[in-house]
């Protein structure tokens, strides 16, 4: 016998309370477009109408698939290696002065210069494949990921750190049990923007260099003055990116219950 049979109604409803929002704005978006093009205050070659979009979408779901699969594959390859190697990178500049010293001015030049700009150099380096665009998907989501986590790393109670010190752990075991655990909800934070980061860079690999993406698709549109595949392009990039964004937050919500802010939620959709 169910203890709490309205918990599964409960979460239904908390999940369309925090999602009527966004989705009554992306509605609104979708009129706005639709006014726009039905009223032809814009030529129809220059901002096609949402039902001339969604036809293309359709009539050339294959062709748009295809390529989706490939950006998205150089996506989250370049999130993933950018996630394993900022992590990595934060820990050693937490736990030692002189790296944190010596790599930091490094990370903020490398972050300030345009990845755009040096996207040539990787495919004169590494070629058309796909190295060169899992490259720069690594350099623009790797930033998020390691300052996020240097700051989830020190933001630990110096206290418990003195606790367990003064009860034998090892660095070792603090690091596994207080440490990292505290580091989560700020490294999540860096996640999420990191993965949205990493679409934008795979893209703009596929602008410099490419064959097959979504970037390809959409520079081969832009040529042939095909506004409606455009559009489409665009539009999928987009939803590439939400999609996993969600994904790192239900991965969030998973491993983070305990955390203040899911506590705290039932409170803030009620704003």
Not at 141 to 159: C, N, Q, R, W, Y
Request: hydrophobic share 55%; proline share 6%; charged share 10%.
């Amino acid at each position: 016998m169910s203890m709490n049979p309205g918990g599964s109604e409960g979460r239904l409803l908390a999940v369309l309370e925090r999602s009527w929002r966004p989705v009554a704005l992306l509605v609104a978006c979708f009129a706005v477009w639709w006014a726009i093009t039905s009223t032809q205050l814009v030529p129809p070659y220059l901002v096609p109408s949402p039902g001339t979009t969604l036809g293309v979408m359709t009539e050339k779901s294959s062709y748009l698939w295809q390529h989706t699969w490939v950006t998205t594959y150089e996506t989250v390859l370049g999130f993933v290696i950018a996630v394993v190697i900022g992590v990595l990178a934060a820990v050693v500049m937490v736990y030692s002065t002189t790296v944190e010293k010596t790599l930091y001015p490094v990370l903020l030049f490398a972050q300030v210069i345009p990845k755009i700009a040096i996207a040539p150099l990787f495919v004169v380096w590494l070629g058309f494949g796909l190295t060169p665009k899992v490259v720069v998907a690594v350099l623009i989501a790797f930033f998020p990921v390691v300052i996020s986590m240097v700051t989830g790393l020190k933001s630990v109670d110096p206290e418990m750190l003195q606790l367990a010190a003064t009860m034998g752990a090892s660095p070792l075991k603090t690091f596994a049990k207080i440490r990292f655990p505290a580091s989560l909800p700020h490294l999540f934070s860096g996640l999420k923007v990191a993965v949205t980061l990493a679409v934008t860079g795979a893209v703009v690999g596929e602008f410099v260099g490419a064959n097959e993406g979504l970037g390809f698709v959409i520079l081969q549109a832009n040529g042939n003055l095909d506004t409606p595949m455009l559009f489409a392009g665009l539009l999928v990039m987009s939803l590439i990116g939400v999609v996993l964004f969600v994904l790192v937050e239900i991965a969030e919500q998973l491993m983070l219950p305990w955390h203040a802010s899911r506590r705290g939620e039932a409170a803030t959709t009620t704003l």
